[in-house]
């Protein structure tokens, strides 16, 4: 994450976390406030059909029943559809931008890049088809302009626009059959496309935290009841609708089918799709070595299968002849050499003696052997406070700290809690700090949560208990906020005086 | 931080949220046809003549067929193209070739055009007639229509051209007597000329 962009954001990203805080970062989540706000869309969308008529007489009347005569209900249902919808939108498009501005569509991530897009056309249609249903002008502008569209592609036999010529052109089942699309055909289809989008991410946040549900929420009603959705008068075929007031989310591209021929604008539709799925194909974003399994060391407890991310390791049947049922196997197609595997292999214990120390799985790059001789050589150097950070995290090389030394690893999560205990009891550190990427936003998606659990004694391989937690200051921040990972160092500084200080009492 | 920033900064992103979903959901407005404008429409949906006509089977040829396929006459698929010209006060605004549809070119010939027109009386000359290949061969039935509308202001007139027969719609043709004295948009049939 070097790009100026990326860092940019970081900056911008950290400035939100200083209110909702890390773990609750509604950027963080915007992947799974889209789904959110689609839920809600779904939701208020079944009200909104028990009252409404698919019928070219009936729909436009039911939905101004809807916004008239049951304000209070099914006016503020609507509302809260078509901005729960817009919502829904705004939060897609932000989530892909930031995971391009983030470089994450490289290696194993291009599955789910790729499966992005399509997102979107899905998305628009679900506001295609709705916009149709009102049957206001609005409604016959986009029935019209989405039938000049589909006329220059080789779909019917007979141009779609015919039957937007006048009233009596136009059937009452078109309108059902609209109602059948938006209501059951694309909800299908929908779920179908964000499963296949997750296919490849292992543990998916598909629900925003509590407290970003209730401020969606309370945004819709408040927006719903600020500024009620009205429809635009009734569609009248005989007339050219207009002025309209459209939604710019879902129909920004409508206009162009009127400058440039249809066909152009399938054009630029589909390119600039295309342009987009292409990203991971652009060189660039360096990936390591992938994870080595060393056999001898391996027990097939498969912690390592349970924690990896891009789900790069299989347990497989045991080729050694050892008394093992399994063996780890990485897929170097996925592996993009974060080192989390390192981190939950339960041989990956600086205390073993065995010189030089080997462990179940790890980097060749980036060996746990290499992290004790490097823990040894910072304690040599009278360091008496550790910090590890990591690649996509704050910048540990701008930490200026007096006897203070600190580790980059390609992931918080590759740090072997037993290390933690090793730095404490074996080399004298009276405190470590955790400063990986900011809660709920690993780069490597898992690292951070991994490590915290291992602490906590939640996940295996876990810290010993005799460790204590006091000396253990967990400061996972963004690219940028330097002097607040200092200010937290500090601060577990003097916490550490003062624990030594009561040991000292007591003791005398 | 204190909690009263905490509190700022949650309303802030909501807010910031809430004006952006506000601001592009209902605008701003956009206009698809200039101040004091009407749009015209040429609308064709026409089957035209086949190619070859129609022929009919010798008895000899018909019992040389399979009992169930013993039809009295064969016709090849492909169809004449439409050469169709449209004049607006004199002033030509369409006049073009248009292929039948289909792979066979048996299907009719399609085609929607639409103009912005400033409001106001206009006559339209139509004139379809059917042509082969390249070089235009009238086939006997060529159409010439004359149809004089009023177009007002967001109005949308259309020329329906269809197999039998030439329409306006939504608008009434004052080349033919009023027939509709509640004074509403008539749907107005023509017989060819």
Not at chain 1, 368 to 373: E, F, K, N, P
């Amino acid at each position: 994450m070097s790009n100026p962009a990326a860092r940019a954001l970081a900056r911008f990203e950290a400035g939100v976390s200083a209110g909702f805080g890390h773990a609750r970062n509604p950027f963080h989540y915007l992947g799974a406030l889209t789904i959110g706000f689609l839920w809600i869309a779904l939701v208020t969308g079944v009200y909104l059909f028990v009252f409404y008529r698919a019928s070219l007489a009936g729909a436009y009347a039911s939905v101004q029943v809807l916004s008239e005569d049951q304000w209070f209900a099914g006016g503020i249902m609507r509302s809260v559809h078509r901005y729960a919808s817009d919502a829904a939108l705004v939060c897609l498009v932000a989530h892909l931008l930031r995971e391009a501005v983030r470089g994450r569509f490289r290696g194993p991530r291009w599955f789910s890049w790729v499966t992005g897009p399509p997102l979107i056309w899905i998305v628009a249609l679900f506001g295609v088809t709705g916009y149709w249903m009102v049957w206001d002008e609005l409604g016959q502008y986009v029935a019209q302009t989405t039938a000049r569209l589909l006329d220059a592609l080789p779909l019917f036999s007979e141009p779609m626009s015919r039957n937007f010529l006048a009233d009596a052109a136009l059937g009452s089942r078109l309108f059902t059959l609209v109602a059948f699309i938006h209501l059951v055909g694309l909800p299908v289809v929908a779920v179908l496309a964000i499963w296949f989008h997750l296919l490849r991410v292992r543990y998916p946040r598909v629900n925003p935290p509590r407290r970003l549900w209730a401020g969606s929420l309370v945004m819709m009603l408040a927006l719903a009841l600020a500024a009620p959705v009205e429809s635009h008068a009734p569609a009248d075929l005989a007339r050219v609708p207009g002025p309209l007031q459209p939604d710019w989310f879902y129909l920004a591209l409508f206009p162009l089918a009127g400058i440039i021929p249809p066909a152009a604008a399938w054009a630029v539709a589909a390119g600039g799709t295309l342009l987009l799925a292409a990203l991971p194909l652009v060189p660039g974003g360096r990936t390591g070595t992938p994870a080595r399994v060393w056999l001898p060391d391996c027990t097939g407890c498969g912690y390592c299968a349970d924690d990896c991310p891009y789900g790069a390791i299989d347990m497989v049947a045991r080729s050694d002849g050892r008394n093992f049922e399994t063996e780890a196997r990485v897929n170097p197609a996925l592996c993009v050499a974060c080192g989390i595997c390192a981190g939950s292999c339960p041989s990956s214990s600086p205390f073993r003696r065995r010189e030089p120390l080997t462990t179940g799985i790890e980097l060749p790059e980036r060996t746990v052997d290499g992290l004790r001789t490097e823990l040894a050589e910072l304690a040599a150097a009278d360091c008496d406070l550790l910090v590890v950070g990591c690649d996509h995290a704050v910048e540990l090389d701008r930490l200026d700290a007096a006897r203070t030394g600190s580790i980059r690893l390609p992931c918080i999560g590759m740090l072997p809690a037993s290390a933690i205990d090793y730095a404490l009891r074996r080399l004298r550190f009276s405190g470590v700090v955790l400063a990986g990427c900011a809660d709920c936003d690993c780069h490597h998606r898992l690292g951070e949560r991994w490590l915290a659990e291992r602490i906590d004694w939640q996940r295996p391989p876990a810290l010993r208990e005799r460790v204590e937690r006091e000396r253990i200051a967990v400061c996972n921040l963004k690219r940028g906020q330097h002097r607040r990972l200092a200010r937290e160092a500090a601060r577990l500084r003097r916490r550490i005086a003062q624990l030594e200080r009561n040991a000292g009492r007591e003791a005398a | 931080m204190r909690r009263g920033a905490r509190i700022l900064i949650r309303a802030g992103v909501w807010a910031a949220l809430a004006v952006l979903v506000a601001a592009f959901a209902s605008g701003p407005e956009f206009r698809l046809l200039p101040d004091g404008h009407g749009q015209l429409t040429l609308a064709i949906a026409r089957l035209t003549d086949r190619v070859r006509p129609c022929r009919q089977l010798t008895e000899a040829e018909r019992q040389a067929l399979p009992p169930t396929r013993r039809v009295r006459e064969v016709c090849e698929r492909e169809r004449r193209a439409l050469f169709a010209r449209l004049a607006l006060d004199g002033r030509v605004l369409f006049e073009r070739r248009l292929a039948p549809s289909g792979l066979h070119d048996d299907g009719r010939v399609y085609r929607i055009e639409r103009w912005p027109l400033p409001a106001g009386e206009y006559v339209a000359e139509l004139v379809l007639d059917a042509v082969a290949g390249e070089d235009r061969v009238e086939n006997g039935t060529p159409v010439s229509r004359t149809l004089a509308f009023r177009l007002e202001p967001g109005r949308s007139a259309v020329i329906d051209v269809g197999d039998h027969e030439v329409e306006l719609l939504n608008v009434a043709d004052e080349t033919r007597p009023a027939a509709d004295p509640a004074g509403r948009p008539r749907r107005q049939g023509a017989d060819e000329t």
